[in-house]
């Protein structure tokens, strides 16, 4: 604080101007299987197409889960979902790694003309290289729709080459008879196949020049005169043509043969349309099969990398590109024009949806000539939805257990067990923990759909609630229902928790979202459960909320009591939620009257924060009433010496209808209305 014994102007500031937040509701929360994305970390969604995308479509093990996500995100905006550990593997590039003994060694061979070219002597116990399998990528996540997956990775000189430069190829033949020595080595107009051949050797050495053309790459074919074309190369062969030699003499006499030349055949994806075929005046180059799709070669040591969909079923077109990866180095300290990571295993963690880098060995030790598909398997689904264990689920919700780490306002079931464990560990574990939090949950599908008598699916419904243990903090509602699934082209039976957790979203905490303005349900065929009004008397004794079809209004809730098993003003959701709202919000606010001087200033400015709020609530209806005290009638002598501040908020909430009571009264012709009002209860 500024001190002055001389004239001077001294400039403070108080802030006076602290307000209690206004009421956000937030985000929900479930935890189940799902088929994609990463286990056991909360992941916000805002709508089924990024819930599909980031975990995976639904199918029969986990259609449930999805669309109780799906249905919710259908009324609100803000979804946390954790993935649960189900015992689902990943999806993996082959692997096989041999290493060499102190007596191996591996030979390089001709495969034309059986001569050995090199000999390598084995080290023991170091990588043989040249026959281990080294796979580089694998799923990014566990499941088997990671089996879907190729990883094509390129380098710069596998992207593309030239390979014979014109007069490589011979204007005939070279080896055969007479007449196939008359026969052109030549392209016809139109043609999507043709054969060739070329000296089997060149300067002694064997003319492997088109070695590196494999099926699958671009064949480049043209010169400067007729322009080039590049051909999907669908297949390519060769066989060895020789000649007869001289007769060996001695012990081990026999015939020999000389290698002439090496014939073509290539089989093309598409026609040849160049005006001039004559391979004698082409050139030939080989090009990545997806090079167009990249554009430009790769640095030196560098690598494009694309993740293709080889089945289809992620992106819904056999084949697609995913994700595709410019430029990536091997280095580790490699970084981009704008100072970010350029090294691939980083660049794919940090930007891949689907794969990431398991292994860089083939990349920096095979790396010289890369032209490499990886078909990714071994990725597996674990257990269904329904067969999950207690402690999978159990370790899923406790994501959402700590109110200090995440901020939820609903916490969804979706698929229940017929003993009602999951939903007493999430009431136990979770919300009456948090106690900011209402637990939505639907009776099993056992009762609800399984049950074919509509008296058993009441009394094992109403079951279901019993197994319960009571508490504030949970809404049931009374089934399941019937909704379409579009990723299957099938219909389902869903719970219907999901829809209650949103019509909650779209209401004020204050408010009921049962009823016919409020509590209309989307996405639904019809109900596994449709209580008559002597059934749903039942189940509203029992704290069930009725889920009903009413003809000319739809499918709607018809109740909004909580879990708590006796009369109190918290057995209604909409007080329930009152107070969770207005205790986060005053209870945040207080939070910077920490340290501060317990008195009664301090005092007086907590009262005049929070009775704004709450006005502001009963201008809305929410409260009838309200008194807050936080003078020195509790901030006692005692209680300050304490270190502590105490306040005392009194709250009459308002109630929501639940029973009309109309009374029609006839009365004679001359009897005056003001002598019979108020005779009538």
């Known amino acids: 604080m500024a001190f002055s014994v001389s004239p001077s102007v001294i400039v403070r500031e108080v802030d ?26 909360a992941v916000l969604v805002s709508s089924e197409s990024e819930l599909a995308g980031r975990f995976g479509e639904p199918n029969n093990d986990n259609y449930e889960t999805f669309f109780t996500a799906s249905d919710y995100l259908s009324y609100a905006n803000a979804l946390f979902v954790a993935r649960l550990d189900n015992g689902s593997t990943r ?25 050995v070219e090199g000999v390598t002597p084995g080290t023991e116990g170091t990588l043989d290289v040249a026959n281990s399998t080294l796979g580089v990528f694998e799923g990014l996540y566990p499941g088997a729709l990671g089996n879907a997956l190729d990883v094509q990775y390129v380098d710069s000189t596998a992207f593309a080459a030239d390979l014979l430069d014109v007069g490589g190829i011979p204007a005939t033949f070279i080896a055969g008879d007479a007449e196939e020595l008359e026969i052109e080595n030549a392209i016809e107009f139109a043609s999507s196949s043709f054969r060739f051949q070329i000296p089997a050797f060149v300067g002694g050495e064997t003319n492997d020049a088109l070695d590196p053309l494999v099926a699958g790459d671009l064949l480049t074919v043209g010169n400067d005169s007729v322009g080039f074309q590049e051909i999907p190369v669908v297949s390519i062969s060769h066989t060895v043509q020789s000649t007869n030699g001289t ?75 995913i994700e595709m990866y410019t430029d990536l180095s091997t280095s580790a300290s490699s970084t981009r024009a704008d100072g970010s990571t350029n090294y691939i295993v980083n660049v794919i963690e940090n930007e891949s949806g689907w794969v990431r ?29 329904g067969a999950t264990t207690l402690q999978a689920v159990a370790e899923g919700y406790d994501i959402f257990a700590n109110a200090n780490e995440i901020d939820v306002s609903f916490i969804l079931q979706g698929k229940g067990d017929a003993g009602a464990t999951r939903a007493n560990y999430i009431i136990s574990n979770v919300v009456d923990k ?93 109900l596994a459960f449709n209580p008559n009004k002597a059934q749903r008397d039942q189940l509203y004794s029992s ?43 005053i209870a945040n606010a207080a939070q910077s009257f920490l340290f501060e001087l317990n008195d009664e200033f301090s005092q007086t400015q907590f009262k005049n924060i929070v009775e704004p709020f ?40 308002a109630r929501s209808i639940n029973v009309i009571e109309l009374t029609f009264v006839a009365t004679r012709t001359g009897i005056e209305f003001e002598e019979i009002v108020g005779s009538i209860s």
């Open 434 to 526: 948090r106690k900011d939090a209402i637990l939505f949950v639907s009776p099993s599908y056992e009762a609800s759909v399984a049950e074919n008598r509509t008296n058993g699916k009441l009394n094992k419904t109403i079951g279901y609630r019993n197994a319960l243990q009571n508490s504030s903090y949970w809404f049931m509602d009374s089934g399941y229902k019937y909704r379409y699934d579009k990723y299957n082209d099938v219909y389902r039976w869903t719970p219907l928790n999901g829809d209650m957790a949103g019509l909650a979203s779209r209401v004020q905490p204050f408010e009921s979202p049962a009823g016919f303005r409020k509590g209309v349900i989307k996405n639904v065929v019809k």
């Open 614 to 653: 709450l006005r502001e609530i009963q201008g809305r209806r929410g409260i009838i009433d309200f008194r807050v005290i936080s003078d020195s009638t509790v901030n006692t002598p005692a209680v300050v010496d304490q270190g502590k501040f105490k306040a005392n908020i009194f709250i009459k909430p």
């Open 247 to 321: 007769v060996l003499e001695g012990d081990s006499a026999a015939n020999s043969s000389i290698a002439v030349a090496r014939e073509y055949s290539v089989s093309l994806g598409s026609q040849f349309t160049l005006t001039s075929g004559a391979l004698d005046e082409m050139k030939l180059g080989r090009k990545y099969k997806n090079a167009g799709m990249f554009g430009t070669t790769p640095q030196a040591g560098n690598y494009h990398v694309a993740v293709i969909d080889r089945t289809g079923e992620v992106s819904g077109e056999v084949g697609g590109v």
């Open 91 to 115: 999806a993996e590039a082959p692997t096989e790694e041999i290493l060499l003994t102190a007596d191996t060694a591996y030979l390089t061979a001709n495969s034309s003309n059986g001569v």
């Open 16 to 41: 006076a101007s602290t307000t209690v937040p206004a009421i956000a509701t937030a985000p929900a929360a479930i935890a189940g299987v799902f088929r994609w994305g990463p286990v056991g970390e």
């Open 543 to 585: 704290d069930i909320n009725p889920v009903m079809s009413q003809v000319g209004q739809g499918i709607v809730l018809f109740g909004d009591k909580t879990g708590l098993g006796l009369q109190s003003a918290f057995d209604r959701l909409n007080v329930r939620r009152l107070f969770i709202s207005v205790e986060k919000a």
């Open 357 to 385: 880098v398991a292994d860089t060995r083939n990349l920096t030790t095979n790396g010289v000539g890369q032209n490499n598909t990886e078909v990714l398997a071994g990725g597996a689904d674990g257990t269904t939805e």
